[in-house]
């Protein structure tokens, strides 16, 4: 079963505009930590930001915030002022339980273009 | 403050080659991780290691793959007797001791740029 819900079809935004990356997961878990991903088009792999199941304030890291909605098992991405360099895919993932099982369970990914 | 590096960024072989796969992880980090990416898919977890032992590789395949991350040096994926299906990006990520507290409790992964494999 999937674990990591992306279903959004590739996006343009305007630039200096926001966008919302929707993501959905699955875990019977109490603990686990929600993260965000950017891999642009030269192929490598950026952490943006992270939530924790516990975290009571929705996770900010510059113009990154996550919208993380517990009851609804959503933690979607949302980009402000959005920047050329913005262009990319965007990956959600998750990592269940505390400590030991470490591995992350990725979404299929969200692609942004901004246009100028 | 050199991140996760991973070499070669791109390497071709031919059906029945070995292939190895190379990542030093971030400065201080001790724990390891590999994952595969197919075209137009996200990561899929392989396997995690810390130094001299593998901790979980429910996600390597049974066959031609095996990992190490030895006490000295990086930690090498190795592929042997690739075949067409082995073609695909190949990350590394690291992360620090969970176990110490403060930041490290998030135990985020810092990727590597990848290593792009095609089997011709």
């Known amino acids: 079963a999937q674990k990591i819900t992306q279903t959004q079809p590739g996006m343009f935004v305007q630039e200096k505009e926001a966008v919302t990356l929707d993501c959905t997961y699955d875990t019977s878990d109490q603990s686990y930590g929600l993260f965000w991903y950017k891999q642009p088009s030269s192929g490598e792999m950026i952490f943006l930001i992270y939530?924790?199941?516990?975290?009571?304030q929705n996770a900010t890291e510059g113009r990154y915030s996550l919208n993380f909605q517990k009851a609804r098992k959503s933690a979607n991405l949302v980009i402000s002022a959005s920047q050329l360099g913005d262009s990319a895919m965007y990956f959600c993932a998750m990592r269940e339980g505390l400590h030991g099982n470490n591995r992350l369970a990725f979404g299929k990914g969200n692609q942004v273009v901004v246009i100028p | 403050n050199a991140g996760v590096m991973q070499n070669p960024r791109h390497l071709v072989r031919r059906r029945g080659q070995e292939a190895r796969l190379r990542c030093s992880p971030m400065k201080g980090h001790s724990h390891v991780y590999w994952y595969r990416q197919l075209p137009e898919e996200g990561l899929k977890f392989m396997v995690y290691?810390?130094?001299?032992?593998?901790?979980?590789e429910s996600g390597m395949p049974k066959e031609r793959f095996s990992a190490e991350f030895p006490k000295e040096g990086p930690s090498i994926l190795r592929i042997q007797q690739v075949v067409r299906g082995d073609s695909a990006a190949y990350f590394c990520?690291?992360?620090?001791?969970?176990?110490?507290?403060?930041?490290?409790?998030?135990?985020?992964?810092?990727f590597g740029a990848g290593t792009r494999l095609s089997v011709l």
């Open positions: 939530q924790g199941s516990y975290d009571e």
């Open positions: 290691l810390q130094k001299e032992n593998i901790i979980d």
């Open positions: 990520a690291s992360s620090p001791n969970p176990g110490t507290g403060g930041e490290s409790s998030k135990n985020i992964q810092y």
